[in-house]
């Protein structure tokens, strides 16, 4: 059964600060990987999709890494400001149409 | 184009009463799904749809029913809510690129 692990649960980074989040998963026979963020009370919003075959994604300030033999992702953002404060979540799809989620890294960005 | 939209957003039922979530797209696709989304465990999927007419159960399907009658709908009933089914409930669909799109939620208590 596929589970998937986001560390840590909650970080807090001053503005401008290059940071990393990061997700595992159990099972490497993914169809393909998501990152979504969610904003308090707020829908989940697509940040990056990377299929299994990619190694990874890119878009603005954001990047995402998949390494399917070791079970990692990893989002890094960049020079992170205060609106990048929100809940990241992964997600991974496998066989089939069932998407796992992991409980996600509130992140807080100061001023 | 709206996205994914969702009614209600929010709902108080008593336990025993039943209820019907609607939740519909206007990006023409093919694929739908219902998740619930509870404190610690991240989005779990309940049921889902791979076009019109056709669902299928998820993760967590017990005590749901759905219909997908046109394929820009997809119906979440519970027949006889329990407080066990409090919970934030989030709509998602998915086109040919695989991402998928979520609606605002619904957040629903069971008193």
């Known amino acids: ?63 995402a890494s998949l390494d399917k033999s070791s079970g990692r992702s990893t989002l890094y953002i960049a020079a992170s400001q205060p609106g990048d404060s929100a809940t990241y979540l992964c997600a991974v799809r496998g066989g089939g149409f069932k998407t796992i989620f992991g409980a996600g890294t509130r992140l807080f960005v100061k001023a | 184009n709206a996205g994914v939209t969702q009614t209600p957003k ?29 404190p610690g465990m991240g989005l779990r999927l309940i049921h889902y749809s791979v076009g019109e007419g056709t669902t299928a159960k998820g993760e967590v399907p017990d005590g749901y029913n759905v219909s997908r009658l046109k394929k820009q709908n997809f119906l979440l009933g519970l027949e006889s809510a329990a407080p066990s089914q409090t919970s934030v409930y989030f709509c998602a669909s998915t086109g040919d690129g695989d991402t998928q799109y979520f609606g605002p939620g619904t957040r629903l208590t069971v008193l």
């Open chain 2, 10 to 38: 929010f709902r108080v039922l008593k336990t025993g009463q039943s209820m019907t979530l609607l939740c519909a797209q206007d990006m023409n696709h093919e694929y739908m799904y219902w998740y619930r989304q509870d």
């Open chain 1, 1 to 63: 059964k596929q589970e998937v692990t986001q560390i840590p649960a909650a970080l807090s980074v001053p503005e401008g600060e290059n940071l990393v989040l990061n997700c595992s998963f159990t099972d490497s026979a993914i169809y393909n990987l998501q990152w979504f963020r969610q904003d308090p009370g707020k829908g989940l919003t697509s940040l990056l999709l990377i299929q299994s075959s990619q190694r990874e994604q890119t878009s603005g300030r954001l990047n």
